[in-house]
């Protein structure tokens, strides 16, 4: 589930629609959380899928590490790409924004992370990565493993709506992290290792 204070906007005719922030987000905010009714495909049902359904989870859905296509029920399916993203995902099935993020501007992902099958080129932002390519992960994980670092700890002073999507477990993992008892794990445990 996205964040509740976003809503679908039409951005331009490069880029489509996005989410937009209708109020600030301060950084360490979860602002995505895998919940109950998102879906799961296996990489045995996209494959008896017709071309029409293929081409609806290429474009809106994501692969996790087990190479299962993930398709979110709500606006989280039109979080756009940005190299300069500011938000990341966690090894923990939530994304976090890693910078303030302010009233009328999008929520960003960097696709780099979605174990994307084929390579995507981006706009240009003016960053030295032009393309997303589906092994990123093992490229930039320490580069994002940082970002989430400087901001994780600060989930426990943000107002969290989605808190409540998140499970026992996956809490009480945040509250060792943000109480210095636990490393937190690498997004890199979310790359999809098969071919």
């Known amino acids: 589930m996205i964040h509740p204070h976003t809503e679908l906007r039409f951005i331009n005719k490069t880029i489509g629609y996005g989410v937009v922030a209708t109020r600030d987000i301060p950084a360490g905010t979860i602002t995505w959380v895998l919940d109950a009714l998102d879906r799961e495909f296996t990489a045995k049902e996209y494959q008896k899928m017709t071309p029409l359904y293929k081409n609806i989870l290429d474009t809106y859905t994501y692969r996790n590490n087990k190479g299962n296509y993930i398709l979110c029920w709500d606006l989280g ?107 937190m794990d690498s997004i890199l445990l979310n790359y999809y290792r098969g071919s």
């Open 77 to 183: 399916r039109y979080v756009n790409h940005s190299f300069r993203s500011n938000c990341l995902s966690t090894a923990y099935e939530f994304e976090i924004a890693i910078r303030d993020i302010k009233k009328g501007e999008q929520l960003t992902d960097d696709y780099g992370y979605l174990n994307l099958h084929e390579p995507f080129e981006g706009i240009d932002e003016g960053t030295e990565r032009k393309v997303v390519y589906p092994d990123d992960l093992l490229n930039y994980h320490e580069v994002w493993d940082s970002d989430l670092r400087k901001v994780f700890g600060l989930i426990p002073e943000r107002e969290q709506p989605l808190i409540p999507l998140i499970s026992p477990a996956t809490k009480k993992t945040i509250e060792q992290i943000t109480g210095g008892k636990k490393e």
